[in-house]
C-alpha cells in the first residue's frame, strides 16, 4: 500500500487545516450570534415565510428539521428546511440562516445558472464518489492506468461539484444580506452579525472545495507515477 503513504499525502494538510479552521470559525459565529436576540423579534421561520411571500413563492414550505445547523433547501420538495434551533428562536443567526436558504429558493425560481448546473451534476457526481476511488484503489494495486484513468474522471465530477457549489453558496448569501439589510429586517449592528455568520458558513465550502482539489492533484501525481 506504498501508494498511500507516499510523500503526496503531505498535499491534503492544508485542507485538512483549513476544514478544522473553518468548522471552529462557523461554530463560534453561530454559538456567539445565536445567542443575540433580533430586535426585530422574528423567527427564521417567520422571517423565510415574510421573504418567501413579498417574492410572491407562497409555494415554497418552510418547515422544521431535526439536527443542529441541518438547514438547507430542497429543490425537488420546494421546502425550506430550518434545523430547529433557527425554525423557532429569534436570533440574529437563525434570521440570517433562514434568509440564506430562502436565497437557494430564489435562486430556483429564477432559474439561476450555477444552480441548475449543480443540480444536473448531483446524479453523476453521487455515482462518481461512490465509485470512484474503489477503482483508483484497485488500479493502484494491480498497476492498471485505465482503472486510474476512469476513477480520476469520475472523482473530477466530484470537484467541480465542489467548484459550482461556491458560486451558489456566495450568490445566496449575497442575496439574503440584500434582503435583510433592505427590508429592515435586522439594524445596521445585526447586519454584522449576520454577515459573520454567513461569511463563516462559506468558509465551510471553501475548505471543501480546497480538499477535493488537492485530492485531485495528489490522485494524478500518483497515476503518473504508475507510467515510471
Do not use: C
Request: avoid cysteine; aromatic fraction near 10%.
Amino acid at each position: 500500500m506504498y501508494w498511500f503513504f507516499d510523500w503526496t499525502i503531505v498535499l491534503l494538510i492544508p485542507a485538512i487545516i483549513l476544514s478544522i479552521w473553518a468548522q471552529n470559525k462557523v461554530k463560534s459565529a453561530y454559538r456567539k450570534y445565536s445567542q443575540v436576540r433580533a430586535s426585530a423579534g422574528l423567527t427564521g421561520e417567520q422571517v423565510a415565510r415574510r421573504i418567501l411571500y413579498n417574492h410572491g413563492m407562497q409555494d415554497v414550505e418552510v418547515a422544521e428539521h431535526k439536527g443542529m445547523l441541518s438547514d438547507h433547501y430542497d429543490p425537488r420538495k420546494r421546502v425550506v428546511a430550518l434545523s430547529e434551533a433557527n425554525h423557532g428562536r429569534p436570533t440574529v443567526a437563525g434570521m440570517a440562516i433562514a434568509a440564506h436558504e430562502v436565497g437557494h429558493a430564489i435562486q430556483h425560481a429564477k432559474g439561476y445558472a450555477m444552480l441548475r448546473f449543480r443540480h444536473a451534476l448531483a446524479g453523476p457526481v453521487q455515482f462518481g464518489s461512490w465509485l470512484a476511488f474503489p477503482l483508483i484503489i484497485g488500479g493502484l494495486i494491480f498497476a492498471s492506468p485505465n482503472l486510474i484513468d476512469i476513477g480520476i474522471v469520475l472523482f473530477s465530477l466530484v470537484v467541480l461539484f465542489h467548484l459550482v457549489t461556491l458560486p451558489v453558496e456566495f450568490d445566496a448569501s449575497r442575496r439574503a444580506l440584500q434582503i435583510l439589510r433592505g427590508d429592515g429586517y435586522v439594524s445596521p449592528q445585526e447586519v454584522v452579525g449576520a454577515k459573520k455568520v454567513l461569511d463563516a458558513a462559506a468558509w465551510t465550502y471553501v475548505a471543501a472545495a480546497t480538499a477535493a482539489v488537492l485530492n485531485l492533484v495528489r490522485l494524478l501525481l500518483l497515476r503518473g507515477m504508475i507510467d515510471e
